[in-house]
């Protein structure tokens, strides 16, 4: 039977092992934390996204966990519109939010029984070359396979050896997340229980309703780098920061509580790795997930790139054998996802720009600007999500 070993269980690497385990490959996933854990925050599902889950797991229930996203809207800190909300056509495939629990429940019930799961497992480097299937190292202990997928996230050591001109750097922000339970959640008016976004001098604050599972998940955004200080005191922070915005973001940070905070320094992959595909002996090693395009937040792709890696993959390994036919199979992987992940992490970056935009006269240009600039970004968004869709 085919072996592959899965490198980290965070989002990409769960999808990655749960298909190619549909697949017909006999699966070991290694997992340094102790556990299999979902940060306790949620995100947002573009079309592609979901599509790549429902192409993975049609099974997985995934409509069933996640929250439709409304569209609340642009904002500048004083509540003036920068750009009012549109409704949404309806659409088969519109995006949602899902709590991460959730959606690692639903990625984990669909390992299947042909996933070994290994934990506490720090993977400290690759062995490829020497005509021999790849192997990756923990310690002493070699693990081999005809496949490696790599999706350790952006410090992966296994990116590091076979593509050390991919360097992780700052993208100049942090972040912070936080899901503010439903019990918790203080009583918002109709508009702005649609929550929405607003754009500060270098700031941003992003909030969504999970309207499935009760309460509201916030994102913020901070031009410079992580804080050093203890939650509670990044907390006191934020509610400074944020004084005087427009509600619901004063009321929204008063009812965090510290163990809410999920902070975040926010980095990047510059350049992107020269390739996502490896041969060595009759196996390959590929990069999958943010360990092959680690990128900022702004367009809330990450996860959804991971997940269309995850389903190209298990398409273009479904039925081969270790051999030349694997080695096709990398070399096409590294093809087809290389410029689809060049493309999203330049839109990204561009979105990076408006939401760095400080000082008076950039922040008029920006403003004047957003109107006809976030159509055509998020419209551009929305159009990388939709031209996407699932291999065969
Ligand atoms: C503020 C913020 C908001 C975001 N919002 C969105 C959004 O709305 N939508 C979206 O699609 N994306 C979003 N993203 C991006 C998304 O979170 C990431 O792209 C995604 O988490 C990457 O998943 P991953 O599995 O590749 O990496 P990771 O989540 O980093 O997982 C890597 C896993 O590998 C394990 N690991 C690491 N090193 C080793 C090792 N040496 N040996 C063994 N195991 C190891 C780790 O413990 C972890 O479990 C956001 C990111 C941020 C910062």
Known sequence: MRTAVVVGAGMAGLAAAGALARAGWRVMLLERGERV???????????????????????GGWSAIASPLPDGGVRRPDGQWLVPPRTRAGACHAPAVVHLEDLYDA????????VEIRTGVAVSGV???????PAVVD???EHEADLVVAADGIDSPVRRALAPEAAAVGSGFAAWQAVI?????????????????????GYRFVSIPLSRRGGVYWVATAAGAARPESPATQLALLRRWFAGWH???????????????????VRELRPLPRAYGFGSGPGGVVLLGDAAHAMPHHLGQGACLA?????????LTADVAPGP??????????????????????????????VQARGRLALRARDAALNQLRPRLLGHAHGLAADWNPPD
């Open 37 to 59: 854990a979902a940060p306790p925050t949620a995100m947002v599902l573009w079309p592609n996204g979901l599509r790549a889950l429902e192409s993975l797991n049609p099974e």
């Open 107 to 114: 990625l984990v019930a669909g390992l299947g029984d042909r």
């Open 127 to 133: 062995r490829v070359g020497s005509g021999r299937r």
């Open 139 to 141: 310690g002493r202990t």
């Open 181 to 201: 339970p439903g019990w918790r959640t203080p009583a918002l008016t109709g508009e702005q229980a649609a929550g929405g976004e607003t754009l500060g001098a």
């Open 247 to 265: 509600a619901p973001v004063s009321e929204l940070l008063a009812a965090t509580e510290p163990e809410d905070l999920v902070p975040q320094e």
């Open 307 to 315: 997940f269309e890696d995850a389903a190209t993959l298990r398409s």
């Open 325 to 354: 036919e694997l080695h096709a199979a990398i070399d096409a992987y590294s093809r087809a996802r290389r410029p689809r992940t060049t493309t999203v992490v330049r839109q990204t970056r561009r979105m990076s720009a408006v």
